[in-house]
């Protein structure tokens, strides 16, 4: 679980992403970081040095939703396994209420802002793209995919046919970039990314958690969590997502957005010499909130080492 920030082997500036120019590659995870209660909890000292170069939203849904019963987590060997339910405040209480808090804090103007949706129809989806284009706050649009298709019983992010259909079906409603979020849990990853890239995806994302069950201490086969099952992240998945990141970016043409188990520059570069464009920080951020500005200064450290190595190297020729 040692979390060395040493290593970047190459020089680490602005990213272009979709469009958009990040200060570095160092984003969110949806759900993983929350910047209105960390600008309650932390005050101004968080705001000062933001963590991410772009933030991005819990996932939001059309209607509100109270989410899971609890228990919602459970400490994993070397990860975390989360059971939340999705508990937001629903479109429209994002919009009337989040966004402006956002914007007071800087969001959207200091960083862009990506605003997560998921949606269980294409109609559904389609609702929430075109919320998400009308407010000009929002940079970017990423959809959550992990979940069943209430219309076809299919799950959206599993099945690459099902992922292209419902995304042909609702690409034109939004001109922002669309990010797709892919689930892990699906026999075949790249496949899914192909379809999503068919379907009109700007960039997809991954991994979301992988789906876990863990059993009440001394509950004989009774589930712990309130969901029955839960989603793990945490270093546990560090080794899947550096699979699977690397199998998507072989896979399609569209920028790839990497995450899972990355506490170190070390971790997100590795991430990033797979073929990642983009890595975002998820779990760690609960132990050190400032994660994502420490991984990000020290790819920028190591990128101006490995100049000065380079340039030491030359002038001893
Ligand atoms: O809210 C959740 O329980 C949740 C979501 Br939407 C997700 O995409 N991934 C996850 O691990 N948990």
Not at 94 to 113: F, N, S, T, W
Not at 118 to 136: F, K, V, W, Y
């Amino acid at each position: 679980m040692s979390a060395p920030d040493a290593g970047a082997a190459v020089p680490v500036a602005a990213v272009e992403f979709c469009g958009l120019t990040l200060a570095h590659p160092i984003v969110n995870g949806s759900g993983t970081f929350d910047a209105l209660a960390a600008r309650r909890a932390f005050g101004d000292e968080l705001m000062r040095e933001f963590p991410f170069a772009a933030y991005v939203s819990k996932t939001i849904t059309l209607a509100p939703r109270a989410g899971n019963p609890p228990p919602r987590l459970w400490e994993a060997p070397a990860g975390l396994i989360n059971s939340i339910g999705l508990p937001n405040k629903g479109l429209a209480g994002y919009l009337a209420e989040d966004l402006p808090a956002l914007a007071a804090l800087g969001i959207g103007a200091r960083v862009p802002l990506i605003t997560n949706v998921m949606g269980s129809s294409a109609e559904e989806i389609a609702q929430l793209l075109e919320a998400c284009e009308r407010r000009p706050e929002i940079a970017a649009v990423e959809l959550n995919v992990s979940c069943p298709n209430v219309d076809t019983g299919l799950d959206i992010g599993a099945d690459p046919g099902e992922l292209e259909r419902v995304l042909s079906a609702v690409r034109a409603r939004t001109a922002k970039p669309l990010i797709v979020k892919l689930t892990p849990n699906t026999a075949d990853v790249a496949a899914c990314a192909r379809g999503a890239e068919r379907g009109g995806a700007d960039a997809v994302s991954l991994i979301n958690t992988l789906r876990a069950m863990a059993l009440a201490p001394r509950g004989g086969a009774r589930p712990w969590l309130g969901g029955r099952t839960g989603g793990l992240s945490g270093p546990a998945i560090r080794a899947v997502a550096l699979a699977q990141v690397a199998a998507v970016a072989a896979a399609v043409q569209v920028p790839v957005v990497g995450m899972g188990g990355v506490q170190s520059a070390t971790h997100a570069r590795q991430l990033l010499d797979a073929g990642a464009r983009l890595v975002a920080v998820g779990t760690e951020s609960f132990r050190d909130p400032l994660a994502g500005a420490r991984i990000a200064r020290s790819l920028r450290a190591g990128a101006r080492s490995e100049a000065a190595g380079h340039r030491a190297g030359s002038a001893s020729v």
